[in-house]
């Protein structure tokens, strides 16, 4: 069964930088496109990167030229870098597939942008 587990959140000063980091379980990995997505208090959970299984991304408005999404089809790994972090970016950060007709969400990692 696929899990997926995110880790690298934490606080960061604005204008910083963090690396999130999605380990997969399981034997889809290579097969599918992998998402990241946030959800800030209060508000609807959005959609971050995309990543297809070739490596090609997309990105929401909030994240063009500042977040990059890469894989690692190798080691199941799927990741974030982010830069030039903004206290709107503040959210506890998903990673997510889908495959078979089900949806696979990790367990969030806290992302805290703040001086």
């Known amino acids: 069964q696929t899990q997926l587990v995110e880790s690298g959140g934490g606080l960061v000063q604005p204008g910083g930088s963090l690396r999130l980091s999605c380990a997969a379980s399981?034997?889809?990995?290579?097969?599918?496109?992998m998402d990241w997505y946030r959800q800030a208090p209060g508000k609807q959970r959005e959609l971050v990167a995309t990543?297809?299984?070739?490596?090609?991304?997309n990105y929401g408005d909030s994240a063009e030229g500042r977040f990059t999404a890469s894989r690692d089809n190798a080691n199941n790994t799927v990741y974030l870098q982010m830069n030039s972090l903004k206290p709107e970016d503040t959210a506890i950060y998903y990673c997510?597939?889908?495959?078979?007709?089900?949806?696979?969400w990790g367990q969030g990692t806290q992302v805290t942008v703040s001086s």
């Open positions: 997510h597939t889908y495959s078979a007709w089900r949806h696979y």
């Open positions: 399981g034997n889809i990995f290579s097969r599918v496109a």
């Open positions: 990543i297809a299984t070739n490596g090609n991304t």
